[in-house]
């Protein structure tokens, strides 16, 4: 994935990573990920593996396995590449990839966001995308027990 943006940034291509569970699909994670794809060139999004979900929402969650959250990520049109990753934070995947953008949802101000220091050493931009937070995959597990 690193070539990956490398390249693009070198085509003179802008890239923007979304990070998250993805857990439960729905219409508020769309509308996040369509947000950072209007801002960017590239949109690669990385998908917290099964552990660190369950490190970050406890251990009832994640509802669906990891490979099925990532192949539905994965067939979002927006979505130009998608992987799992393991850590409680992006960071070291912002510093492996130096994206253009690192977006997050309107949950977070950009003074809350958890990477900020690492994206302003970096140079990446950090951009609150996405729908006013009024979907939640916590929400919809409430619903259905």
């Known amino acids: 994935m690193a070539q990956v943006c490398k390249d693009a940034r070198a085509a003179g291509k802008t890239v923007a990573l979304c990070n ?3 857990d439960l699909l729905h219409v508020g994670h769309l509308r996040y990920l369509q947000g950072a794809k209007a801002i960017a060139d590239v949109l690669v999004v990385a998908v917290n593996d099964d552990a660190s979900v369950r490190r970050a929402k406890g251990a009832a969650r ?26 409680d934070t992006v960071e070291p995947i912002l510093r492996a990839l130096v994206p253009t953008f690192h ?6 101000t950009e003074a ?12 990446v931009e950090t951009r609150i995308v996405g729908d006013p937070k009024d979907h939640s995959t916590s929400v919809l597990t409430k619903k259905l027990t």
Do not use: M, N, Q, W
Not at 64 to 70: D, F, H, S, T
Not at 112 to 123: K, M, N, T
């Open 103 to 108: 977006c997050k949802g309107t949950d977070y």
């Open 62 to 87: 994640p509802v669906i396995p990891e490979a099925e959250r990532l192949e539905l990520v994965l067939a979002l049109r927006v979505v130009d590449h998608a992987f799992l990753f393991a850590t």
């Open 112 to 123: 809350s966001v958890p990477e900020a220091a690492v994206s302003r050493a970096l140079g």
């Open 20 to 22: 998250g569970a993805f």
